[in-house]
């Protein structure tokens, strides 16, 4: 979300006052809560006692393809929404941004009338602009990572330098692009995983995750939601911040610090669903309400409910809380008939009979698509729930069966054993019903191209209706009001008169200018920065009328006394990109003098016959006559969280800066509350708080990480060429090779086996992200786990883990 600059042609009175007072005190106020910075501003109440709760969709990049049918931005059911997901944008180690698919974001024109390839109105950033502009209820975000782009979650969040150089070019991105929130999908904090390069070429993995991602997790979200607060107060709007979390409690208690996460987003979506499926050797509900006491994992606590109840026991505020719903099946090849005959099918052994693209063995059944190794190589029985009758065709024998303990759907034949879990209506309307029981946050959908085609057959809406009418009723969304970016736009008018006609000669100029580097960033910023579809607003004290002056016009038409001239129905005026301008005539039947106009008004729109995104005074009203009172608030700069080491030097002012569109440059009046022993290891807390000559104050949190700086004794090589039954030190912990290997992290990989000494009972204690081969015990929360075969994944979270004992 990053995106245009405010007008310039706003002039505002410059009171310029030096203060010279600078207070540092020594001890942290009483009563303080360090929360995201600027909370003086006032935020929506998403409670849902005031009847305002979240409907939430993801909308993936690849949707518009042929692999999804070409499903396009204007077949979402935008009016049934309250929050819509760009997903994913991707990032690298430096936190530079990058695009999963650049075509999709800002190149193609996505089923937009009229839009050519690569216009500054191309793409599905713009797609979901012209979408939110036609409903007010819709709020437009972007999902950062998700499963297959994790991998540099660790290495940004752990260096306080490329976390804020990550958090800036977030900041830019939505400003350019217009959006309202900025969701964090990291799958999964202290969580390592290889890369699985055969069901999907662009994997990452989170081969570099360790504990303390648990902590950096919480210092990025503190960081993003200060950036956010402060470019809010900058643009006049409020932004919000989401995360997309695991929801087993395994997972959670992982790399999640629950408390604090909540304490610093306005809302998390659970992803209360992949609970089960092909990994696992009995069948389940990838999406459950309810836990199942039949069900053999029953203890992992696999399910919406289950998810919930631990996190509301560790504080965690219910209105915050967003449970998922899926639009999608995950299903099994061979399944037994299972223990009950009332659901037949349900938790039954399932058999090892197919084989992934990689001739893997698998329990899986098909999928939707095509198996391609790289493109969904792992057989899953994935299959958009719009496409149920087309999975009936191909497994005709499967029929619907419910599980009331569950409150969920599942399908299942008797004769092959083909079974598939997903959610419909019904399971839908009781995860709704709970949410409103619970007051809870709402519900979250994957994703937007599963859903299937009602009444509409341009829109693809049943659950997503379905989720809207069970939790806000059959009434429209109550509508938001959203901020609308402005462009750095100036006009100049000059009267004229000769034998045709008397008018005004109108220049608008694109002040705006590039900036920016870097692929994403430059074309948002170009795509931001244009002026697309422009429209002009002409109003006068004589109520004249106007018409073409000549080229350039366009289509002039009068509407309620005001001259409105579309720019765009002429070629060459479609668009006024960054530094240009666009000259026209208006004939005017009133006086042709500066006297008579009361204010010219520029809108744009996406596309010619849609809403405006943006519209903003160039000429006359407060242009000319600014409110004494309009006062923009300072901003704190440099106050960044950071980790230093024991025995460092830390002063909390420096680099800290603080300016004032109206004072100037502040610095000097920061306050710091707060006190960093730099002796010893600890989290410490600074409050930077400074105030204007109007009485307007910024207050930031900022936090100081004191480190112990101990000295390695590490020997491990990684350009050098082991073999097994070599010894080596990597990260203060012993390691035996186990064969020739070379590069490999001795931490994650499976070429290395770290020497421990184990348990009086045989067992070793659990190391976060270690590879364990089959046969290895481990004690985990109290219990012994043994492995079944390879494995990096936390004991319990997964059928790779047999419980041994309490």
Known sequence: MKSKKLSTNVKRILTVITTTTLLLTTILTPGVTVLASAQSKDLPDFSPSNGTLRNVMYYGDWSIWGGQGNFYPSGIPADQLTHLNFAFLDFDANGNLIFTDKDAAVGAPVGMAEVQWGAANAGILSALQELRAANPNLRIG??????????DFSTVAANPGTRARFVENVMKFIKYTNMDFVDID???PALPRQADKVDNQNDEGTPLATAADKENYILLLQDLKNALNIQGEQLDRTYELSVAIPASK???????????LFQTVDFANIMTYDLHGAWDSV???HTGLYTNPNDPNAG??????????????????????????????????????????????????????????????????ANEAPLKSGEGGRRSGVWNYGSLQKLKAAYPGLKEYWDDAAKAPYLYDTNTGAFFTYDNQRSIREKAAYVLNHNLGGMISWAASGDAVTSNPSKKDELTKTIKDALFGTGALPEYEIGKASIDASVTVTPYSDQASKGFEITIKNNAAKNETGEVLSLVELAGETIKLPKIYIKTKSGANFSSGGYGSGTVTNVNGIGVADLATVYDNQTIGQGSSCTFKLATTGPATLEDIISIELSQRIIKSGSEISRQVLYGDDTTNPDPGDNAKPVISGAGNITIKVGDIFNPLTGVTAMDEEDGNLTSAITVSGTVDTSREGTYTLIYSVTDSKNATTTISRIITVEADNPTNDTYDPNKVY??????????????????TLGENPETSAAWSLQVTPNPDGSSDYIPGHAYLGGDLVSYNGSIYEAQWWTTSVPGSDASWKLISN
Not at 250 to 260: H, K, Y
Not at 723 to 740: L, S
């Open 142 to 151: 972007v999902s950062i990572g998700g499963w297959s782009k994790s991998g």
């Open 186 to 188: 990291w799958e999964y």
């Open 250 to 260: 395994s997972q959670l208690e992982a790399g999640v610090d629950i408390p604090r």
């Open 283 to 285: 069948s389940g509900h």
């Open 300 to 365: 992992s606590g696999l399910s919406v409910d289950a998810s919930v109840s631990y996190l509301l026991s560790k504080g965690a505020p219910s209105n915050k809380i967003v449970i998922g719903s899926a639009f999608y099946t995950r299903g099994w090849e061979k399944v037994s008939m299972g223990s009950n005959p009332a659901t037949p099918g349900l938790f039954g052994e399932a058999q090892v009979c197919t084989q992934d693209a990689d001739q893997t063995p698998s329990r899986g059944a």
């Open 723 to 740: 073999v097994k039954g070599d010894i080596v030190v990597y990260n203060g912990k012993t390691y035996i090779c186990n064969w020739w």
